[in-house]
Nanobody, 122 residues
Framework: QVQLVESGGGLVQTGASLRLSCAAS????????MAWFRQAPGKEREFVAR????????SYVDSVKGRFTISRDNAKNTMYLQMNSLKTEDTAVYYC???????????????WGQGTQVTVSS
């Protein structure tokens, strides 16, 4: 069992940066692949980025490539999403997720956090 808690969201202006954190409980955090998803009002949950259990493999949705960086610190049971050059279209609730099988589909992930709101104003 893994419990996930996101933090770091907030209200910022376009071009600003934020770093989201996802703290995990449980001793098996390093066994799980992790991912960030987001959901804007009226839209489906969207894949943002994922990272392998070791941190050695990452991938991103095209719209955030070059602006967002996913990372993890297995010693701290924490995953991060560094978001730079934020745009209004990045506004959403951001969720972290953990699963034994990695990929871009939400159904692949077994555990989810409660979400943290990111609002980017122009």
């Amino acid at each position: 069992q893994v419990q996930l808690v996101e933090s770091g969201g907030g209200l910022v202006q376009t071009g600003a940066s934020l770093r989201l954190s996802c703290a995990a409980s449980g001793r098996t955090f390093s066994s799980y692949a992790m991912a960030w998803f987001r959901q804007a009002p009226g839209k489906e949950r969207e894949f943002v980025a994922r990272i392998s259990w070791s941190g050695g493999s990452t991938s991103y949705v095209d719209s955030v490539k070059g602006r967002f960086t996913i990372s993890r610190d297995n010693a701290k049971n924490t995953m991060y999403l560094q978001m730079n050059s934020l745009k209004t279209e990045d506004t959403a609730v951001y969720y972290c997720a953990a699963g034994m099988v990695t990929g871009r589909a939400p159904s692949l992930y077994d555990y989810w956090g409660q979400g943290t709101q990111v609002t980017v104003s122009s």
